[in-house]
């Protein structure tokens, strides 16, 4: 709000007062003092011609707590003072010669997101029109934490709002580097609800969304939105072509119900295996199609009543629905993985390295109307790695959401299985062994910033954890308190890990709390074991018998402190 009083100061005519001050003086001051703001300062200089029709500034400076990020060169401001004894803003050209935006800004501590309640879209009813004629950046230069890779181009555009209704032009272009350009032309009125969108964004081989993407070759990129209707019953289409062949293609519509919902579709679909490696072609195949559809609620309920995603390996149908609060109201989510022929896919997962897998099920459940109660189950056969191979695993849950006492609340009982556990460390396998189980069981509830975890287990062939812990949120530096109780029948298997021979059989407890942000601990652990032998001659001497270790130690800002260590064997 300060920022716009003091745009619009600036094009109002001048009192009489300021008229006697020159151009750098009180003005510039007001200017710099009312548009800066916490996290955000304004610094202009060579500011001349204020009450003239033609200003200019040789420098504008935006700047955070990080030093300035975004500064404006040769800075022209060509209008109409008399234009504003008719109600109108009238400016012939706004233009700066030089835009460089070294980073993107740092947020303000305290920003949060926006808030769930989605309101009608209308202009803005301005006491004057606005008619920019031409708004101009002859070189912008963006740094290379902007995009990855330093950028230069150009700009100019248009803009028209008076009476409710508004246009915009603009035209982006690239300077330095493989050809790429966006034109923008939009219109929206607000007596009719009519708005017109015509976008295009085209960009040579080698460029930069080609780069983000990570699409192969590097290809040429062209994408179109284009519709004209009423928001509440508006339609686009949308093309997206790669090399000059149309990739994908499709209708997107929203329509406004009675009740106030916005209704949403998208039947969207083509072939993306060119867009992707080639090994993604069995997973891809030669059509991935996407049907959607849903409402959203001004207070910011959300309902996907259908959402199919199809591709040759991929199959996911499902119903969704999430409150104003963000909790699911109700869910339906089915989804496999797998070829026809029963052979491993590779998957188009983000990361290092290749993940391929014979096949993959999941199935969520939830409806509120009948209870509070959810299930879940979920099985992989055949998971690859260059890391890991998995002969199968299989996990089962269930639990509750519900919103007891006016907060949101969500409890699972989760167990897992899995056998043919073959991770690429040959000590790390021996340690594992071929299968696994486990169960967990969790809750959290809102307001209290606090995962509990009372029942967490892990089972191998002759080996155990049992743990029951909280943890706390980003505020504490996610901060891990509990019990953890690990039993080892045979310390033998660890040998490879802990690169001594080891044997015999140990029970190790440990209670505390600890920081996984900071590092910090303040723990207290005691060991029993027998029949221990660790390839040290001197050590296993001692160790004869039944081993009792204790320690208790704490560490933070100043560093480590022992409190206690206690060690007997014998008897």
Do not use: C
């Amino acid at each position: 709000m300060r920022a716009a009083v003091a745009l619009a100061l600036l094009l109002l005519p001048a009192p009489m007062a300021w008229a006697q001050e020159d151009d750098r003086g009180y003005l510039t001051a007001f200017l710099e003092d009312n548009l800066s703001d916490a996290g955000r300062k304004v610094t202009i200089t060579g500011f001349e011609g204020a009450l003239s029709s033609r200003a200019t500034m040789d420098r504008i400076e935006i700047a955070d707590d990080a030093g300035v990020w975004i500064a404006l060169d040769d800075v022209v401001l060509d209008w109409s003072r008399s234009s504003l004894l008719s109600g109108a803003v009238e400016v012939n050209e706004l233009s700066a010669a030089t835009i460089t935006v070294n980073r993107l800004p740092a947020l303000p501590e305290g920003d949060t997101a926006p808030a769930p309640e989605a309101g009608g879209f209308a202009l803005p009813e301005l006491p004057v029109s606005v008619d920019i004629g031409q708004i101009e950046a002859t070189r912008i230069i963006l740094g290379e934490t902007v995009l990855g890779e330093p950028v230069e181009g150009r700009f100019q555009a248009a803009l028209t709002l008076a009476g409710g209704e508004g246009k915009a032009d603009l035209v982006l272009e690239r300077t330095d580097g493989p050809v790429s350009r966006i034109a923008l032309d939009a219109a929206f009125s607000n007596a009719t609800g009519v708005l017109a969108l015509d976008l295009q964004a085209k960009e040579e081989a080698g460029g930069i969304a080609a780069r983000l993407l990570d699409l192969p070759g590097a290809p040429s990129v062209n994408l179109t939105i284009a519709g004209t209707g009423a928001l509440s019953d508006f339609a686009a289409d949308i093309r997206l072509a790669s090399d000059g062949v149309e990739r994908l293609a499709g209708p997107v519509a929203i329509t406004l119900d009675q009740d106030g919902a916005y209704r949403f579709t998208a039947q969207v679909a083509g072939n993306l295996a060119p867009l992707f490696l080639p090994d993604y072609a069995a997973f891809l195949g030669d059509r991935v199609a996407l049907d959607l559809s849903g409402r959203h609620w001004p207070g910011g309920r959300l309902a996907l009543d259908r959402l199919g995603l199809d591709a040759r390996a991929l199959d996911l149908q499902g119903a969704l629905v999430v409150a104003g609060d963000g909790l699911p109201e109700s869910f339906d989510l089915r989804a496999i993985v797998g070829s026809d022929d029963g052979l491993p896919v590779l998957l188009p997962l983000p990361g290092q390295g290749e993940t391929r897998l014979r096949r993959g099920e999941i199935s969520l459940a939830f409806d509120s109307t009948r209870g509070n109660g959810w299930r879940g189950t979920a099985a992989l056969i055949g998971l690859e790695r260059a890391d890991l191979r998995l002969g199968r695993a299989q996990l089962s849950g269930s639990g509750r959401i519900d919103r007891a006492n006016g907060r949101s609340g969500i409890g699972a009982t989760l167990d897992f299985a899995a056998e043919g556990v073959t991770p690429q460390s040959p000590d790390l396998q021996a340690a594992l062994g071929q299968s696994l189980s486990g169960s967990a069981i969790l809750y959290w509830r809102e307001g209290l910033e606090t995962l509990r975890l009372p029942k967490l287990t892990l089972r191998g062939d002759d080996y155990g954890l049992e743990a029951s812990l909280r943890i706390e949120g980003l505020d504490s530096g996610l901060n891990t308190s509990g019990i953890i109780t690990l039993t080892a029948e045979d310390l033998a298997r660890f040998s490879g890990l802990a690169g001594q021979d080891l044997s015999g059989a140990a029970t190790l407890r440990a209670e505390g709390e600890a920081s996984g942000l900071t590092g910090a601990f303040d723990m207290a652990a005691e060991m029993v074991a027998t029949g221990l032998k660790t390839g040290i001659a001197q050590a296993d001497r001692l160790a004869r018998g039944t081993v009792r270790l204790t320690a208790a130690a704490r560490r933070d800002e100043t560093g480590i402190t022992l409190r206690a260590l206690d060690a007997t064997a014998g008897g």
